[in-house]
């Protein structure tokens, strides 16, 4: 994907990433370094809890969520980072072996008043699984180069 | 730290971790599988970034911070999961060797009307470094079990 500048963004824009399937080994990396609960790390004690089996960490899905979408190269150029998130919603349960990739929408686009060669891009993530099932969502203030020149 | 249900959290309880020193071979790695962008990555691209040199990824700092909290015990068996986050605030970069510790205040304690069994803690998280700055802060609802019996 070519590079885009806060400029090239309009409202409604979507973009639909590659997918990634999330393996039972990743899941149990990511929770003991990141988010050791029983239900992402071990898997006996996962089958006993409210979700009868291992789930990724929503810290890890999150994470790859954006990853999935940042790989395209999209804002190779463009990015300078970010403030914050708002609105993290995990919505189902991710499993080993589930695939997910990335849908994202563009929310609003906002040129900085004070700082002329910058803005900010409010982009909805989505998740979605191999069933089509959202299993995440949030929205992520993007900090974007303008197009130079 | 003994374990807490829902019950046993008070408004305005705060809880502080013990610290993490966060190497520059932690940052790249997280950095490469889940957020590859040059400032998180490239020690030569970082220096000529707005950040001046390599910076974590948002989303290895939010997850350090949990995991500092989570490690402590305090929900090893109530902690049932979440349904999400607000307000994620990147406030400061986190560089290479920067130390880092989390401080939780338990914003708003409510038990489920539909499910007698558990309830939402929602509590405000910053990680805070060796200058005693706060470098993020986000709300989580972290889904508790009530105490048995």
Tied chains: 1, 2.
Aim: glycine letters at 10%; aromatic letters at 10%; hydrophobic letters at 40%.
């Amino acid at each position: 994907m070519t590079n885009r500048y806060l400029d090239d963004l309009i409202v409604g824009d979507r973009f639909i990433s590659g997918g990634l399937t999330l393996t039972e080994a990743e899941i149990i990396d990511f929770a003991f370094r990141y988010d050791p609960q029983p239900f992402h790390l071990d898997v006996n004690a996962a089958a006993e809890s409210p979700y009868g089996g291992l789930i990724a960490s929503g810290f890890q899905s999150i994470a790859l969520c954006f990853r999935l979408f940042i790989q395209s190269g999209i804002f190779k150029e463009s990015s300078i980072g970010s403030p914050g998130l708002d609105e993290v919603r995990w919505l189902a349960p991710v499993r080993p072996g589930d695939t997910l990739h990335s849908e994202v929408e563009v929310l609003e686009v906002r040129p900085s008043t004070s700082k002329p060669d910058r803005g900010i891009a409010r982009l909805r993530y989505a998740a979605v699984n191999q069933r089509g099932e959202t299993v995440l969502s949030f929205i992520g203030n993007n900090m974007l180069k303008r197009r130079p020149g």
